[in-house]
């Protein structure tokens, strides 16, 4: 079993709509969660740390759920721009792993 | 302020062949890592530096040796090409441990033929 999995997708969105998609993890003790964009064929940024409250930037909201080890983002409002691959990143015992990424893709 | 570079952005080699994949940051920036992200696959660590001086194996670190000379640089070297090697390679810095922001640079296409 993998210890970040991620739906690939694509998730096909409508603009303007609202897209939401999760990640599990395996380590119980994790304790860091980030989202990563990654559009095609470029380098990873980071998109927003995910902290244990659920916090939102813009139209972008992030949730973790301890209990059932998962991490959610939800887009409200889906720009063309938003297309991209979206990569959860876990931390845990000093390592940092990546999610295989989850592709969005908003058509007009 | 460039951020992070990663030289070759491609690069073809035949099997058995050597190169170094060179990686620089201008932000000052202790930790500094090396990625390979193959379909399918999220990235995978093969090495990494804490420090000017100082590396570490990841993930993935058969076949390929890193020197850390100078801060602002790493460098990944292959000995002996193989094509299990093809990939994208990423470099990646960050202030502090796994915990801080990686920031990436735009990636090195390898191909093994």
């Known amino acids: 079993r993998k210890e970040v999995e991620q739906d690939p997708g694509p998730f096909n969105v409508p603009e303007g709509a609202t897209v939401a998609f999760n990640c599990t993890y395996s380590?119980?003790?994790?304790?860091?969660f980030f989202w990563y964009r990654q559009d095609c064929r470029k380098e990873p940024k980071l998109l927003m740390s995910v902290y244990s409250s659920g916090n939102e930037d813009g139209r972008f909201t992030a949730q973790l759920n301890r209990a059932s080890q998962y991490i959610s983002l939800l887009i409200r409002d889906s720009k063309l721009s938003d297309s991209a691959t979206y990569l959860c990143?876990?931390?845990?015992?000093?390592?940092?792993?990546f999610g295989a990424g989850t592709q969005v893709v908003v058509t007009p | 302020n460039a951020g992070v570079t990663q030289t070759p952005k491609f690069r073809v080699l035949k099997t058995g062949q050597s190169m170094t994949l060179l990686c620089a940051q201008d932000?000052?920036?202790?930790?500094m890592y090396w990625y390979r992200q193959d379909p399918g696959m999220g990235l995978r660590l093969i090495h990494y530096s804490v420090g000017e001086g100082t590396t570490a194996k990841g993930e993935v670190p058969d076949g390929y040796n890193v020197s850390r000379l100078k801060k602002q640089n790493f460098l990944l070297g292959l000995e002996s090409a193989a094509p299990s090697q093809t990939s994208v390679y990423f470099c990646a810095s960050s202030y502090g441990a796994v915990q801080e922001t990686q920031y990436f640079g735009p990636g090195t296409r390898l191909l093994v033929l």
């Open positions: 932000m000052n920036h202790e930790y």
């Open positions: 990143v876990v931390t845990g015992w000093g390592k940092l792993q």
């Open positions: 380590n119980s003790a994790s304790q860091s």
